[in-house]
């Protein structure tokens, strides 16, 4: 939050680091760029997610419903293939 004579301006984390970029020296701005980048691609929307539907498993039909006995050894794996 900013204070100014008695008002209070709230701003938005992006307006703040927009803020913070814009003092910066020059001579920053590429460190600040490759850190973004970094961000950008560890982002859980934009990159896991993205590499976990490219993912293929075969399995039973009903492996989701019954992901419990399958792990506890009540159904086989091998036994329930299509």
Do not use: H, W
Request: proline share 6%; charged share 35%; no cysteine.
């Amino acid at each position: 939050m900013i204070y100014s004579d008695n008002q209070v301006f709230a701003m938005t984390i992006r307006e703040q680091i927009l803020s913070k970029v814009e003092k910066l020296p020059e001579s920053s701005l590429p460190a600040v760029y490759d850190f973004v980048e970094r961000v950008e691609q560890a982002d859980p929307e934009s990159g896991l997610l993205r590499r976990l539907q490219k993912i293929k498993i075969e399995g039973p039909r009903d492996f989701a419903r019954n992901i419990d006995l399958y792990m506890n050894g009540e159904k086989k794996i091998e036994d329930n293939l299509p």
